[in-house]
Each structure stands twice: as structure tokens, then as C-alpha cells.
């Protein structure tokens, strides 16, 4: 399996089509995990990704694990963040365990890759200490411009997985409806339903435009409280009493 996740690999460098996109989101959303978790001592992080989520985190939280299958992008990362305090844990989601439980657990664009994303939910909600938190970003498939292409004639169904979906290792899209019901299931309250990046047009138009950072920062603030509309979401829930 791990052959497997080091397939995608290419797709986490600055070369991939949709990087553009992912330096907007990756930067965002961890910023505003922090800026709602300002006192939160220990944090559980699943997937290393490109990498930059787990340097910022790392920087915040007085004890941060996180866990990766994959050994190269572990070796990645690494290789690009030599100076990194977290604590890096090889290992698959579904057979990890840890000896504590976290304040914040973070599955940061991670239920998109899983063949079972109930399972993982259900799994890690008994690590979240008394009164943690659980923080998900997913991709949504009925975002604005996901919308306006469909209305376009440009897509057919909008929750298709697309190229960039696949080259990531994508295995479904969600929705401000499905996530919801994938954690209520899993046995989690939802207490904050936020949008990441509200993106009116495609990647290439979106660049050619050359806009500054405060306006994709804009895009950023605004996508809170429009998630059915934004690319990604952030779902932040706790667990219900067993």
C-alpha cells in the first residue's frame, strides 16, 4: 500500500496544475484553525501532504503529532523542513494509536482519499480528549465555480472527480450536506460549518488576473460564511457522549 501513496506524490509538488489552488487553501486554513484554537495545548494532525499545514502547526501548538503512510512524502517533507519540531509518525490512519488523546485533531483534506471515511471518523473521535475538538477540510464538490461550469455546459456532473482529483488520489468530493451527515454518523456535533476560498472563476483565469494577496485573502474571509458556495470546507465538531 505504501508503493500506493507515493504514486501520488508528484501531484504535491509546486509543478502540479492545481498548485495555485492548493497554496491559497493549504495556507489559509490552518491559519484559522489556530486563530480558533489560540490556548489549545496538544494537536493530532492525519496526513502530511505538501507539508505546509504540519510546518505552521507545528509552530503553535506546544505538542503536535503528525501521522503519514507514506514514506516519501514523509522523506519530502523532511527534506523541506529539516527544522520542524512536530513529531512525524509513519503509519496507516486505520492502524494508528496513540498513548494520549488531543485537545484538536486535524483530518486536513484527508476523508477525499480514504475507502472508508466513516471508519476514520468513527476511530479518531475516541482519541479527542474531554471537550477537544475535531477539525475536517474536504474538497466540496458544488462549489461556485463547480456550479458555474455545470450551468455552463462545461461539466456534466458536478461532483465528477476531475483530473487534478485524480492525480491527488481523490476517491470522492463532498458537499455541505454530505460531510455533515459522513460526521453525524460517525457520532460528532457539529458546532461550525465555514467555506475555504469562495472562487468565482477557473485556476487559469484566476491567474491571469495576478491578483494581490490582500484580495485572495478577501476570498479567503468571505468563503466563511458561504460554504455551499466555497472550494473547500472546514467543519469543526466534537463527539458526542458514548
Given amino acids: 500500500m505504501n508503493n500506493q501513496l507515493d504514486a ?40 502530511i501532504g505538501h507539508g ?14 503528525v501521522v503519514d503512510g507514506s514514506t516519501s512524502v514523509i522523506e519530502q517533507f523532511r527534506d523541506q523542513y529539516p527544522d520542524c519540531p ?42 479527542l480528549a474531554p471537550g477537544g475538538r475535531c477539525f475536517v477540510a474536504v474538497p466540496n464538490g458544488q462549489s461556485l465555480h463547480r456550479r458555474l461550469g455545470h450551468l455552463a455546459g462545461l461539466l456534466d456532473d458536478m461532483m465528477a472527480l476531475g483530473a487534478g482529483d485524480l492525480q491527488l488520489g481523490h476517491q470522492r468530493l463532498y458537499s455541505v450536506d454530505s460531510l455533515s451527515a459522513e460526521l453525524e454518523s460517525a457520532g460528532y456535533r457539529i458546532a461550525r460549518k465555514e467555506g475555504i476560498f469562495l472562487k468565482p472563476l477557473t485556476t487559469d483565469q484566476l491567474q491571469s488576473l495576478q491578483l494581490p494577496k490582500n484580495v485572495l485573502q478577501a476570498m479567503c474571509e468571505i468563503a466563511i460564511g458561504y460554504p455551499e458556495l466555497s472550494c473547500a470546507l472546514l467543519f469543526e465538531a466534537g463527539a458526542d457522549p458514548v
Fill in 86 to 127: 512536530a513529531t512525524v509518525v509513519q503509519a496507516y490512519f486505520e492502524d494508528f494509536v496513540p498513548d494520549e488523546r488531543f485537545d484538536v485533531i486535524v483530518l486536513g483534506f484527508v476523508l477525499e482519499h480514504v475507502a472508508d471515511p466513516g471508519a476514520i471518523l468513527r476511530r479518531y473521535r475516541q482519541f
Fill in 8 to 47: 501520488y506524490l508528484p501531484a504535491y509538488g509546486e509543478g502540479f496544475g492545481y498548485a495555485f489552488d492548493n497554496n491559497v487553501i493549504l495556507n489559509w486554513y490552518p491559519e484559522r484553525v489556530m486563530r480558533l484554537c489560540p490556548t489549545s495545548d496538544r494537536l493530532l494532525e492525519l496526513g
Fill in 52 to 65: 505546509y499545514t504540519t510546518d505552521r502547526f507545528a509552530q503553535h501548538f506546544a505538542r503536535h503529532i
